[in-house]
């Protein structure tokens, strides 16, 4: 890898917003104004849109990403699994830097990757995915050692002799 894939895209003329972040990935809704997601092997998917009380919001006023890194102060990172975020307002600019570039000769309409100028304060809506049988999402996920720390109950004991905290 030469050094121009570990450099972000350069800041913006005229405004520079310590804070910024560039989030680099795909725009899931850019063909159509809700995303997509594949569900297991099946000719089934999963449509999912945003909406603004009784209207849906059209894929200009929103992108759902699947992200595959970021630029934050001047360096880019990879997150370590794919993720989905739902980002709202800034619209999706053909990507520079991080290795994310388009490379000539690109098609007019680039449907690969894209980037999001953001600053760290903007909020983002997550959306966690998991593919598996039931046996691995439900019953193994639930084993011992294997749920969250908030599904233990909290408990302590206190030792004592016979009821009593002292000696006496």
């Known amino acids: 890898m030469d050094n121009e894939q570990h450099l972000p895209a350069p ?21 159509d104004d809700h995303g997509k997601l594949s569900i297991g092997q ?6 999912f849109q945003l909406y603004a009380g009784p209207d849906p919001l059209t894929s200009t006023q929103h ?15 990879r997150l370590d699994s794919n993720r989905i975020f739902i980002v709202v307002g800034p619209e999706d600019q053909d990507p520079v830097g991080c290795g994310f570039d388009v490379q000539p000769p690109a098609p007019k309409k680039h449907t690969g990757y894209r980037m999001w100028r953001i600053q760290s ?3 983002l809506l ?16 639930s084993l011992p050692g ?12 206190m030792a004592h002799r016979n009821g009593r905290l002292g000696r006496e």
């Open 63 to 77: 992108s759902i990403v699947l992200a595959y890194g970021y630029a934050f102060e001047g360096h880019c990172y």
């Open 126 to 141: 997550e959306i966690a995915t998991s593919a598996s049988d039931a046996k691995t999402l439900i019953l193994d996920a």
């Open 146 to 157: 294997k749920r969250s720390p908030t599904a233990y109950a909290i408990t302590q004991s």
């Open 42 to 47: 099946q000719d089934l998917e999963l449509r």
């Open 11 to 31: 800041a913006e003329t005229g405004l520079y917003f310590p804070d910024a972040l560039i989030l680099y990935g795909v725009k899931l809704n850019s063909e």
């Open 121 to 123: 304060s903007t909020q």
